[in-house]
């Protein structure tokens, strides 16, 4: 069963708007963390934001927050003020307490087209 | 400048023949993990390593393998046995293996069986 699911392939977005990335997770582990990192073209994974499970407040970090809904199971990302910088892949990515934190896992991944 | 160096770049081999990527950390991390990409994909966990002399495989470890023998130093040997070697391949570690730890990642070798 897929565990990471982002259900937008691609996205458009115009520069200085916001635009949110949609992340669905699935896991009975109740400890767990969920991940957003940013592939630029040149294919290094760049680490985002971080959210944990029992963590009460949604994450943020300068332009990116996570928006958490945990009952839906739902980790999006949320990049206010677009720049071009922003067109990248963006990966959502989890990890559970009882694998002992080795095993993460990706989603697909949205593919962020940032326009001037 | 602290971080995580992968090389070569691009690798090209020919069928049949072994080839090793190297991984190199100064983050003085514990933990640290091989991950396969193929094109429009997420990653894979190939191998993974919690400490010095100790590595455990990952969900596609078939046809590759790895060495931990330094804490900065994690190598991954693509063999012959590795059916469809060509992808782009990318090393990380963490501080600790808790789940709690984010991972950084190298800047990864894109690798291209002839």
């Known amino acids: 069963a897929q565990k990471i699911t982002q259900t937008q392939p691609g996205m458009f977005v115009q520069e200085k708007e916001a635009v949110t990335l949609d992340c669905t997770y699935d896991?009975?582990?109740?400890?767990?963390?969920l991940f957003w990192y940013k592939q630029p073209s040149s294919g290094e994974m760049i680490f985002l934001i971080y959210q944990g499970s029992y963590d009460q407040q949604n994450a943020t970090e300068g332009r990116y927050s996570l928006n958490f809904q945990k009952a839906r199971k739902s980790a999006n990302l949320v990049i206010s003020a677009s720049q071009l910088g922003d067109s990248a892949m963006y990966f959502c990515?989890?990890?559970?307490?009882?694998?002992?934190?080795?095993?993460?896992?990706f989603g697909a991944g949205t593919r962020l087209f940032v326009k001037a | 400048d602290g971080g995580i160096t992968q090389s070569p770049k691009y690798l090209f081999r020919k069928e049949g023949q072994n080839v090793t990527l190297s991984c190199e950390q100064n983050l003085n991390h514990d933990a640290m993990y091989w991950y396969r990409q193929d094109p429009g994909q997420g990653l894979r966990l190939i191998y993974y390593?919690?400490?010095?002399?100790?590595?455990q495989k990952g969900d596609i470890a078939e046809g590759y393998s790895v060495s931990r023998e330094k804490k900065e130093s994690f190598p991954l040997t693509v063999t012959s046995a590795q059916k469809n070697p060509t992808a782009f391949y990318l090393c990380?570690?963490?501080?600790?293996?808790?789940?709690?730890?984010?991972?950084?990642f190298g800047p990864g070798t894109r690798l291209t069986v002839l």
């Open positions: 390593s919690q400490i010095v002399n100790d590595f």
């Open positions: 990380a570690s963490s501080i600790g293996r808790d789940w709690v730890n984010e991972q950084f």
């Open positions: 896991t009975s582990d109740p400890s767990y963390g």
């Open positions: 990515a989890m990890r559970e307490g009882s694998t002992g934190g080795f095993k993460t896992i």
